[in-house]
């Protein structure tokens, strides 16, 4: 079945997918997506997090989840042995000043230095060195007719160096049908005092490969290279990605916010004719109104998790009022897995709670994937009532959800994703 695919390349790709998986949830963008992470570096810890809380969701939800709930994968691209570049080109260590192998005429020292699973540092070159058979072997699992979207950034290593090769790939993959879209981002920060990045290799790096772009035998059905409001050395997310703020209100060009717009659009865009050698022109995201569902999702899990909602099910007038549909998704899954709804409530509570925010400082929960809200608005019983709360489907059993530790993990991170969702869950 033809799906929304999203491959981000490289850091930027993986921001970029970080704002898209963050505006999905709190409802902003309602259509579900497939990602595939595709970098020599590690996975951010966000979208390692939501990889896993994702696959708990479509568990709980059997077959239609497949479709219904994004996925987010992930693939490390290594060279074929470790070692720097210079000895994966030579076979020795060419850390000399002597001429000694043909690499040293197309490589600066500093390349040939560089060890490729540390990263690529703004050396698009370097991807060549790359192992890309497990790459391919991923892309051609894309399911027949899929629209793609390709996410990056032109401007550094793995970006530069992979965006069009996977384009080309993906062209060639028999059967696959797809329509190639893609989201390019150029020179999009600053670097501040200090910093080792070479701005004129960024500005080489972006010429490179618009003329590639530009010159190349095959083109994407639709592209957008969003213009954005370079973003200082100082206000690149932190590393951990624990409440990674969101842009403010006058901030709607900030390049990982207009890259996720452009990704939403252009993966829907089915109206202006194919292979125009123009890109898209991006409607930029709303700060105030993402903002705004942010802070009502949020409020609505808190006020869940704060009141014991699931303790007073079956046991309170009010809530069960209130929170419709819960009841009987409640009651659905513990007679289906064949446990006491009274006891299951009670643990998928506390699971619920460590989902959320877990009590050890070190570990890492959803509300560390969103900002830290301002000013949590009051959570209305409408905000609540309108819920798409889900009964438990046929093909989820206890043959699929094998243990209570399953179910609470599964049913919980399906209860969290439907408050955040709210009335976009459905």
């Known amino acids: 079945m033809p799906q929304n695919v999203i491959i981000s390349v490289g850091g930027t790709g993986q921001m970029i997918l970080h704002y898209y998986s963050c505006l999905y ?15 020599t570096d590690n996975l951010i810890p966000s979208l390692d997090f939501l990889g896993r809380f994702f696959d708990d969701v479509r568990r709980a939800l059997g077959r239609r989840g497949d479709s219904d709930v994004p996925s987010v994968d992930y693939l490390r691209l290594e060279a074929p042995e470790a070692g720097s570049v210079g000895e994966l080109l030579s ?10 192998h043909p690499a040293q005429a197309f490589f600066s020292q500093d390349d040939l230095r560089q060890r490729i699973r540390e990263g690529l540092f703004v050396r698009p070159a370097l991807s060549s060195l790359l192992r890309m058979q497990p790459l391919w072997e991923h892309l051609r699992h894309i399911p027949t007719g899929s629209k793609i979207c390709i996410a990056g950034s032109c401007v550094g290593g793995t970006g530069a160096g992979l965006i069009l090769p996977i384009r080309d790939c993906l062209e060639e993959v028999p059967g696959g049908s797809f329509s190639i879209r893609a989201v390019i981002l150029g020179q999009f920060f600053q670097p501040g005092p200090g910093k080792t990045v070479d701005i004129d290799r960024v500005r080489s790096n972006e010429a490179v490969f618009r003329l590639a772009l530009q010159n190349a035998t095959t083109s994407f059905d639709y592209y957008a290279t969003p213009g954005v409001a370079p973003l200082e050395a100082d206000r690149l997310p932190p590393k951990e990605m624990r409440h990674s703020p969101w842009p403010g209100p006058e901030d709607a060009r900030d390049p990982y916010w207009a890259g996720s717009m452009a990704v939403d659009q252009v993966l829907q865009e089915n109206k202006r004719d194919k292979k125009s050698p123009e890109p898209l022109q991006i409607t930029p995201v ?5 903002v705004e569902l942010a802070e009502a999702a949020m409020a609505r899990v808190r006020q869940f998790i704060h009141h014991r909602i699931l303790n007073q099910i079956g046991m309170e007038a009010f809530p069960e009022r209130v929170w419709q549909g819960l009841a009987r998704t409640l009651i659905t899954y513990s007679h289906g897995l064949g446990w006491d709804p009274v006891e299951f409530g009670r643990s998928l509570q506390d699971e619920l709670q460590s989902r959320w925010a877990p ?16 000013k949590p608005p009051a959570v209305r019983p409408l905000d ?40 976009s869950a459905a």
């Open 25 to 39: 949830l709190i409802g902003y963008f309602r259509e579900s997506f497939r990602a595939l992470v595709v970098d």
């Open 286 to 290: 709303e700060p105030a109104r993402a």
């Open 91 to 100: 076979g020795r260590d060419l850390n000399s000043d002597a001429f000694i």
């Open 359 to 374: 009590v050890k400082p070190t570990d890492y929960g959803l509300s560390d994937v969103f900002p830290n809200p301002s």
């Open 384 to 423: 609540i009532i309108g819920c798409a709360w889900p009964e438990k489907p046929n093909d989820v059993s206890r043959d699929t959800i094998r243990s209570s530790d399953t179910a609470k993990q599964s049913v919980s991170a399906l209860m969290l994703y439907t408050l955040l969702r709210g009335g």
